[in-house]
Protein backbone atom coordinates (compact mmCIF):
# COMPACT_ATOMS: atom_id res chain seq x y z
CA UNK A 1 0.00 0.00 0.00
CA UNK A 2 1.07 3.44 -1.29
CA UNK A 3 2.70 4.83 2.36
CA UNK A 4 1.61 8.74 3.18
CA UNK A 5 4.43 11.07 1.70
CA UNK A 6 6.57 12.97 4.11
CA UNK A 7 7.59 16.48 2.66
CA UNK A 8 10.75 16.91 4.51
CA UNK A 9 12.18 19.04 1.48
CA UNK A 10 9.89 22.46 1.82
CA UNK A 11 10.77 23.57 5.46
CA UNK A 12 6.73 23.15 6.15
CA UNK A 13 4.96 21.92 9.16
CA UNK A 14 4.95 18.68 10.59
CA UNK A 15 3.03 19.24 13.54
CA UNK A 16 -0.56 20.01 14.34
CA UNK A 17 -1.76 23.69 14.74
CA UNK A 18 -1.92 25.33 18.24
CA UNK A 19 -5.98 24.61 19.50
CA UNK A 20 -6.01 28.76 19.53
CA UNK A 21 -5.77 28.46 15.91
CA UNK A 22 -8.28 26.08 15.40
CA UNK A 23 -10.62 27.27 17.70
CA UNK A 24 -10.27 31.15 15.33
CA UNK A 25 -10.84 29.08 12.33
CA UNK A 26 -13.70 27.07 13.29
CA UNK A 27 -15.48 30.62 15.58
CA UNK A 28 -15.05 32.81 12.53
CA UNK A 29 -17.76 34.57 11.91
CA UNK A 30 -18.24 34.88 7.87
CA UNK A 31 -20.04 37.88 7.91
CA UNK A 32 -17.01 39.49 8.80
CA UNK A 33 -16.32 38.97 5.04
CA UNK A 34 -19.41 40.63 3.71
CA UNK A 35 -17.65 43.73 4.82
CA UNK A 36 -14.08 45.78 4.19
CA UNK A 37 -11.95 45.71 8.03
CA UNK A 38 -13.45 49.22 9.89
CA UNK A 39 -10.05 49.82 11.38
CA UNK A 40 -8.92 51.66 9.11
CA UNK A 41 -11.17 54.20 10.41
CA UNK A 42 -8.75 54.24 13.67
CA UNK A 43 -5.70 55.02 10.63
CA UNK A 44 -4.49 51.71 11.26
CA UNK A 45 -3.99 48.94 8.81
CA UNK A 46 -5.20 45.33 10.68
CA UNK A 47 -6.26 44.04 13.47
CA UNK A 48 -3.26 42.06 13.66
CA UNK A 49 -0.53 44.87 12.66
CA UNK A 50 -2.09 46.75 15.84
CA UNK A 51 -1.62 43.66 17.60
CA UNK A 52 2.21 43.44 16.79
CA UNK A 53 2.33 47.06 17.42
CA UNK A 54 1.89 46.06 20.65
CA UNK A 55 3.70 42.99 20.63
CA UNK A 56 6.34 44.35 19.53
CA UNK A 57 5.65 47.71 20.99
CA UNK A 58 6.72 49.33 17.19
CA UNK A 59 4.78 52.14 16.22
CA UNK A 60 1.85 50.01 13.84
CA UNK A 61 2.99 52.53 11.11
CA UNK A 62 5.93 50.98 10.77
CA UNK A 63 4.65 47.82 10.09
CA UNK A 64 4.08 46.19 7.26
CA UNK A 65 1.74 42.86 5.74
CA UNK A 66 2.18 40.83 2.71
CA UNK A 67 1.10 37.73 1.45
CA UNK A 68 3.71 35.62 3.33
CA UNK A 69 7.61 37.16 3.38
CA UNK A 70 7.74 36.06 -0.59
CA UNK A 71 5.30 38.98 -1.02
CA UNK A 72 7.19 41.68 1.29
CA UNK A 73 10.51 41.06 -0.44
CA UNK A 74 8.85 41.09 -3.68
CA UNK A 75 7.50 44.53 -2.79
CA UNK A 76 10.51 45.74 -1.36
CA UNK A 77 12.69 44.97 -3.75
CA UNK A 78 10.52 45.76 -6.51
CA UNK A 79 10.41 49.23 -5.30
CA UNK A 80 13.86 49.96 -4.19
CA UNK A 81 15.37 48.64 -7.52
CA UNK A 82 12.77 51.23 -9.32
CA UNK A 83 13.11 54.22 -7.31
CA UNK A 84 15.81 55.70 -9.67
CA UNK A 85 19.39 55.30 -9.16
CA UNK A 86 21.52 51.77 -8.17
CA UNK A 87 19.43 49.20 -9.26
CA UNK A 88 21.95 46.54 -7.68
CA UNK A 89 21.28 44.13 -4.69
CA UNK A 90 23.39 42.02 -3.25
CA UNK A 91 22.55 38.72 -1.87
CA UNK A 92 24.58 36.30 -0.07
CA UNK A 93 26.43 33.60 -2.13
CA UNK A 94 24.49 30.45 -1.22
CA UNK A 95 20.86 31.75 -0.67
CA UNK A 96 17.22 31.72 -1.50
CA UNK A 97 16.79 31.51 -5.55
CA UNK A 98 14.09 33.24 -5.04
CA UNK A 99 15.98 36.99 -4.05
CA UNK A 100 17.62 36.64 -7.97
CA UNK A 101 14.33 36.30 -9.08
CA UNK A 102 12.56 39.04 -8.17
CA UNK A 103 15.32 41.54 -9.02
CA UNK A 104 15.20 39.98 -12.09
CA UNK A 105 11.54 40.76 -12.28
CA UNK A 106 12.32 44.60 -12.80
CA UNK A 107 15.70 44.29 -14.47
CA UNK A 108 17.81 44.86 -11.58
CA UNK A 109 21.02 43.65 -11.21
CA UNK A 110 22.03 40.79 -8.00
CA UNK A 111 25.66 39.95 -6.67
CA UNK A 112 26.81 37.22 -4.31
CA UNK A 113 28.85 37.82 -1.55
CA UNK A 114 30.68 35.66 -0.08
CA UNK A 115 29.77 33.26 2.56
CA UNK A 116 32.73 31.14 3.71
CA UNK A 117 32.47 27.75 5.21
CA UNK A 118 33.98 28.11 9.18
CA UNK A 119 34.06 24.79 11.34
CA UNK A 120 30.27 23.29 11.55
CA UNK A 121 28.81 26.83 10.48
CA UNK A 122 28.75 29.56 7.89
CA UNK A 123 30.04 33.02 8.30
CA UNK A 124 30.06 36.32 6.87
CA UNK A 125 33.72 37.98 5.75
CA UNK A 126 32.19 41.35 7.58
CA UNK A 127 35.16 43.47 6.54
CA UNK A 128 35.33 41.76 2.96
CA UNK A 129 31.21 43.08 2.44
CA UNK A 130 32.21 46.46 3.88
CA UNK A 131 34.85 46.88 1.26
CA UNK A 132 31.98 45.29 -1.62
CA UNK A 133 29.10 47.74 -0.39
CA UNK A 134 31.68 51.00 -0.83
CA UNK A 135 32.72 49.52 -4.09
CA UNK A 136 29.34 48.79 -5.55
CA UNK A 137 27.28 51.34 -3.63
CA UNK A 138 24.10 48.50 -4.00
CA UNK A 139 20.66 49.83 -3.59
CA UNK A 140 20.07 47.18 -1.40
CA UNK A 141 22.01 44.82 0.88
CA UNK A 142 20.30 41.51 1.59
CA UNK A 143 20.56 39.47 4.41
CA UNK A 144 19.03 36.11 5.64
CA UNK A 145 18.99 35.32 8.82
CA UNK A 146 18.83 32.43 9.32
CA UNK A 147 19.51 31.49 5.67
CA UNK A 148 18.36 29.27 3.33
CA UNK A 149 19.99 26.71 3.11
CA UNK A 150 23.10 27.03 5.18
CA UNK A 151 20.85 27.35 8.00
CA UNK A 152 22.67 29.68 9.88
CA UNK A 153 22.13 33.54 11.37
CA UNK A 154 23.09 36.60 12.78
CA UNK A 155 23.62 37.59 16.02
CA UNK A 156 21.54 41.18 16.53
CA UNK A 157 24.79 43.01 16.97
CA UNK A 158 25.80 41.47 13.86
CA UNK A 159 23.05 42.79 12.14
CA UNK A 160 23.67 46.41 13.56
CA UNK A 161 26.53 45.82 12.65
CA UNK A 162 25.69 46.02 9.02
CA UNK A 163 23.40 48.77 9.29
CA UNK A 164 26.79 51.03 10.72
CA UNK A 165 28.63 49.58 7.87
CA UNK A 166 26.51 51.05 5.08
CA UNK A 167 25.17 54.53 4.12
CA UNK A 168 21.48 55.46 4.96
CA UNK A 169 20.80 55.35 1.16
CA UNK A 170 21.95 51.70 0.98
CA UNK A 171 18.26 49.39 2.03
CA UNK A 172 19.32 46.55 4.73
CA UNK A 173 16.91 43.95 3.91
CA UNK A 174 16.71 41.47 6.35
CA UNK A 175 14.73 38.13 5.53
CA UNK A 176 13.65 36.54 8.85
CA UNK A 177 11.24 33.75 8.04
CA UNK A 178 13.22 31.12 9.88
CA UNK A 179 13.16 32.92 13.35
CA UNK A 180 12.39 32.16 16.52
CA UNK A 181 13.59 28.83 16.40
CA UNK A 182 16.40 29.07 18.29
CA UNK A 183 15.71 32.59 20.18
CA UNK A 184 12.83 34.16 21.16
CA UNK A 185 14.47 36.96 22.25
CA UNK A 186 12.27 40.09 19.84
CA UNK A 187 13.45 43.53 21.18
CA UNK A 188 16.44 44.54 18.92
CA UNK A 189 13.92 44.87 16.20
CA UNK A 190 12.53 47.65 17.86
CA UNK A 191 15.86 49.19 18.29
CA UNK A 192 16.76 48.57 14.83
CA UNK A 193 13.91 50.10 13.52
CA UNK A 194 13.87 53.26 15.71
CA UNK A 195 17.16 53.54 15.15
CA UNK A 196 18.01 53.11 11.24
CA UNK A 197 15.74 54.52 8.32
CA UNK A 198 17.49 52.27 5.85
CA UNK A 199 15.95 48.98 7.60
CA UNK A 200 13.26 46.28 6.74
CA UNK A 201 12.61 43.27 8.67
CA UNK A 202 10.80 40.35 7.11
CA UNK A 203 8.84 37.81 9.25
CA UNK A 204 6.38 35.47 8.31
CA UNK A 205 3.75 33.07 10.16
CA UNK A 206 5.05 30.19 7.23
CA UNK A 207 7.87 28.73 9.28
CA UNK A 208 8.16 29.23 13.01
CA UNK A 209 4.28 29.48 13.58
CA UNK A 210 3.44 26.74 11.21
CA UNK A 211 1.31 27.98 8.99
CA UNK A 212 2.57 28.58 5.26
CA UNK A 213 -1.00 27.75 3.37
CA UNK A 214 -1.89 30.96 5.40
CA UNK A 215 0.14 33.31 3.48
CA UNK A 216 0.55 35.69 6.15
CA UNK A 217 3.83 37.99 6.30
CA UNK A 218 4.54 40.90 8.59
CA UNK A 219 7.46 43.30 8.29
CA UNK A 220 8.66 45.98 10.22
CA UNK A 221 10.29 48.86 8.51
CA UNK A 222 12.46 52.27 9.40
CA UNK A 223 11.21 55.29 9.39
CA UNK A 224 12.28 58.07 7.58
CA UNK A 225 10.97 60.11 3.95
CA UNK A 226 11.94 56.84 1.68
CA UNK A 227 10.65 54.15 3.89
CA UNK A 228 7.43 55.79 4.60
CA UNK A 229 7.02 56.64 0.84
CA UNK A 230 7.64 52.13 0.72
CA UNK A 231 5.46 51.97 3.48
CA UNK A 232 2.46 53.40 1.58
CA UNK A 233 3.08 52.07 -1.52
CA UNK A 234 3.22 48.48 0.46
CA UNK A 235 -0.27 49.15 2.71
CA UNK A 236 -3.49 48.07 1.00
CA UNK A 237 -6.47 50.82 1.81
CA UNK A 238 -9.29 48.43 1.79
CA UNK A 239 -7.33 45.90 4.34
CA UNK A 240 -6.59 42.61 4.19
CA UNK A 241 -7.33 38.76 4.63
CA UNK A 242 -9.62 39.52 7.73
CA UNK A 243 -9.76 35.20 8.27
CA UNK A 244 -5.82 35.50 7.73
CA UNK A 245 -5.64 38.22 10.51
CA UNK A 246 -7.43 36.59 13.20
CA UNK A 247 -5.78 33.32 12.37
CA UNK A 248 -2.32 35.09 12.78
CA UNK A 249 -2.75 36.80 16.22
CA UNK A 250 -4.26 33.12 17.48
CA UNK A 251 -1.06 31.39 16.59
CA UNK A 252 0.86 34.82 17.94
CA UNK A 253 -0.72 34.13 21.13
CA UNK A 254 0.13 30.36 21.08
CA UNK A 255 3.74 30.80 22.00
CA UNK A 256 3.76 27.69 24.20
CA UNK A 257 2.77 25.08 21.54
CA UNK A 258 5.14 26.57 18.82
CA UNK A 259 7.92 26.21 21.54
CA UNK A 260 6.93 22.56 22.42
CA UNK A 261 7.20 21.94 18.84
CA UNK A 262 10.71 24.10 18.50
CA UNK A 263 12.37 21.99 21.16
CA UNK A 264 11.48 18.96 19.58
CA UNK A 265 13.29 19.98 16.37
CA UNK A 266 16.00 21.09 19.00
CA UNK A 267 16.24 17.47 19.98
CA UNK A 268 16.50 16.44 16.63
CA UNK A 269 19.80 18.80 15.51
CA UNK A 270 21.00 17.08 18.51
CA UNK A 271 20.68 13.51 17.52
CA UNK A 272 21.80 14.16 14.03
CA UNK A 273 25.03 15.59 15.08
CA UNK A 274 25.50 12.62 17.43
CA UNK A 275 24.43 9.83 15.41
CA UNK A 276 25.10 11.37 11.59
CA UNK A 277 28.20 13.97 12.21
CA UNK A 278 30.74 11.40 12.95
CA UNK A 279 30.29 9.24 9.76
CA UNK A 280 32.97 8.92 7.37
CA UNK A 281 32.88 11.52 4.67
CA UNK A 282 29.72 13.48 6.50
CA UNK A 283 28.96 16.83 7.98
CA UNK A 284 26.42 18.22 10.24
CA UNK A 285 25.94 21.94 10.13
CA UNK A 286 25.06 24.54 13.18
CA UNK A 287 21.09 24.73 12.34
CA UNK A 288 19.37 27.69 13.93
CA UNK A 289 16.27 27.00 11.56
CA UNK A 290 13.60 24.52 10.77
CA UNK A 291 15.94 22.27 8.67
CA UNK A 292 19.40 21.09 8.51
CA UNK A 293 22.61 21.03 6.16
CA UNK A 294 24.02 17.82 5.76
CA UNK A 295 26.84 17.14 3.71
CA UNK A 296 27.32 13.60 2.08
CA UNK A 297 29.90 11.48 0.42
CA UNK A 298 28.63 12.02 -3.20
CA UNK A 299 28.84 8.34 -4.61
CA UNK A 300 25.90 7.69 -2.03
CA UNK A 301 23.70 10.52 -3.74
CA UNK A 302 21.53 7.77 -5.52
CA UNK A 303 21.80 5.06 -2.64
CA UNK A 304 20.50 8.05 -0.17
CA UNK A 305 17.71 9.17 -2.89
CA UNK A 306 16.59 6.00 -3.50
CA UNK A 307 16.18 4.79 0.13
CA UNK A 308 14.51 8.07 0.59
CA UNK A 309 12.04 7.56 -1.91
CA UNK A 310 11.53 3.43 -0.79
CA UNK A 311 10.40 4.97 2.85
CA UNK A 312 8.20 7.89 1.11
CA UNK A 313 9.94 10.88 2.34
CA UNK A 314 11.03 13.78 0.61
CA UNK A 315 14.56 15.52 1.43
CA UNK A 316 16.08 18.41 -0.76
CA UNK A 317 19.11 17.41 -2.53
CA UNK A 318 21.31 20.64 -3.37
CA UNK A 319 22.46 20.47 -6.57
CA UNK A 320 24.23 24.62 -6.84
CA UNK A 321 27.92 24.93 -7.37
CA UNK A 322 29.86 24.51 -4.26
CA UNK A 323 27.03 23.44 -2.35
CA UNK A 324 25.93 20.18 -4.64
CA UNK A 325 26.78 17.46 -1.80
CA UNK A 326 24.65 18.75 0.20
CA UNK A 327 21.19 17.55 1.74
CA UNK A 328 18.50 19.89 3.90
CA UNK A 329 16.38 18.17 5.38
CA UNK A 330 13.36 19.97 7.50
CA UNK A 331 13.02 18.96 10.95
CA UNK A 332 9.79 17.36 11.39
CA UNK A 333 8.10 14.99 14.00
CA UNK A 334 10.05 12.53 16.10
CA UNK A 335 9.35 9.07 14.35
CA UNK A 336 10.13 11.04 11.02
CA UNK A 337 13.30 12.37 12.20
CA UNK A 338 14.08 9.07 13.43
CA UNK A 339 13.49 7.64 10.20
CA UNK A 340 15.81 10.20 8.00
CA UNK A 341 18.60 9.22 10.28
CA UNK A 342 18.17 5.52 10.31
CA UNK A 343 18.09 5.48 6.69
CA UNK A 344 21.26 7.80 6.65
CA UNK A 345 22.85 5.28 8.58
CA UNK A 346 21.55 2.46 6.58
CA UNK A 347 23.10 3.74 3.45
CA UNK A 348 26.27 5.02 4.98
CA UNK A 349 26.70 1.43 6.52
CA UNK A 350 27.44 -0.32 3.25
CA UNK A 351 30.04 2.19 1.72
C1 LIG B 1 14.54 32.20 3.20
C2 LIG B 1 13.07 32.20 2.97
N1 LIG B 1 12.38 33.34 3.10
C3 LIG B 1 11.04 33.37 2.91
C4 LIG B 1 10.35 32.22 2.57
C5 LIG B 1 8.88 32.29 2.25
O1 LIG B 1 8.11 32.56 3.32
P1 LIG B 1 6.54 32.82 3.15
O2 LIG B 1 5.87 31.51 3.17
O3 LIG B 1 6.22 33.68 4.31
O4 LIG B 1 6.33 33.52 1.85
C6 LIG B 1 11.02 31.02 2.40
C7 LIG B 1 10.26 29.80 2.03
O5 LIG B 1 10.70 28.70 2.04
C8 LIG B 1 12.42 31.00 2.60
O6 LIG B 1 13.13 29.88 2.44
Redesign the pocket.
Known sequence: MQQDMNFLD??EFNFEPSEEVVKAFNNFDIKKLCFYTRIYGEGKKSIFSDFLSERYDINEQQIILGY????L?KQAVHYFLTEGGSKTMLIPKYS?WYYKSIADEVAGTTLQYPVYENGDTFCYDFEGLKAMVDEVKPKILLV?SPN?PTGNGLEPSELERLLQMVQPSTIVLV?E??ASFVSDDTSYVKKLVETYSNVVICR?L??FYGL?GL?M?FGFVGRGEEMDRFTRYSNKYLGYDRLSEEIAIAALKSEEHYRHVANVMQEAREMYNREIAPLNGFKVYRSVANFILIKYPIELKEALQQAFADQSYKIKFMDEPGINTHMRITLGRREQNRTVCDTILHIAKQQ
Open positions: RNGAEDLWANDAYTSKPRG
